[in-house]
Antibody, heavy 126, light 111 residues
Framework: QITLKESGPTLVKPTQTLTLTCTFS??????????VGWIRQPPGKALEWLAL???????RYSPSLKSRLTITKDTSKNQVVLTMTNMDPVDTATYYC??????????????????WGQGTMVTVSS | QSALTQPASVSGSPGQSITISCTGT?????????VSWYQQHPGKAPKLMIY???KRPSGVSNRFSGSKSGNTASLTISGLQAEDEADYYC???????????FGGGTKLTVL
């Protein structure tokens, strides 16, 4: 069974740096074709893709947020960490991590966010 | 403003069929067969319903189907059921620079 779970602070102050951890089980981020992505959703608003990291350490970022984001992985701990600098109240949102698999080396992927974590709500306020 | 355009809301009666459109550009939907659709119930995480435009993951009802024409992808739900009432989001690969874009979401109401 594949599961993902987000963790991190529920409240951060403006200008601070947010660090979120995605801890997963049921798959390995060292397997070809496997990736983990971050997506956020402000209250009552749409989903917004933030970042993605692959098994081979290839990293992709939303162009509009690239300067503020860093995504890393710790394969031995089954974790992916997202940091976002210079937080602002408009960054208040539920942050999700999700499994993303591409077709590679004989492994068939969906090219989509297959399984999602439950999400973690982050409020930015002084 | 989201990169992909969806209607804000659609509605239908139980048993009917509805279609949700997702309009992009030749840089995303129109160029790649990598559109996915997600269902999100209130307070819950999104769930993958369709990938690669028209494929269903295991366990997803065959009442859900996807298609694409030009720069517009569509999700059709047939035989509407009360449990289908939710928000639906489309998503597309958008090339190596932009990479992933989502639609603004569509609220489906089952009357």
């Amino acid at each position: 069974q594949i599961t993902l779970k987000e963790s991190g602070p529920t409240l951060v102050k403006p200008t601070q740096t947010l660090t979120l951890t995605c801890t997963f089980s049921g798959f390995s981020l060292s397997t070809s074709g496997v990736g983990v992505g971050w997506i956020r959703q402000p209250p009552g608003k749409a989903l917004e893709w933030l970042a993605l990291i692959y098994w081979n350490d290839d990293k992709r970022y939303s162009p509009s947020l690239k300067s503020r984001l860093t995504i890393t992985k710790d394969t031995s701990k089954n974790q992916v960490v997202l940091t976002m600098t210079n937080m602002d109240p408009v960054d208040t949102a539920t942050y999700y991590c999700a499994l993303f698999m591409i077709t590679f080396g004989g492994v068939i992927g969906t090219g989509a966010f297959d399984i999602w974590g439950q999400g973690t709500m982050v409020t930015v306020s002084s | 403003q989201s990169a992909l355009t969806q209607p804000a809301s659609v509605s239908g009666s139980p048993g009917q069929s509805i279609t949700i459109s997702c309009t992009g550009t030749s840089s995303d939907v129109g160029s790649y067969n990598l559109v996915s659709w997600y269902q999100q119930h209130p307070g819950k995480a999104p769930k993958l319903m369709i990938y690669e435009g028209s494929k269903r993951p295991s366990g997803v009802s065959n009442r859900f189907s996807g298609s694409k024409s030009g720069n517009t992808a569509s999700l059709t739900i047939s035989g509407l059921q009360a449990e289908d009432e939710a928000d639906y989001y489309c998503c597309s690969y958008a090339g190596s620079s932009t990479y992933v874009v989502f639609g603004g979401g569509t609220k489906l109401t089952v009357l």
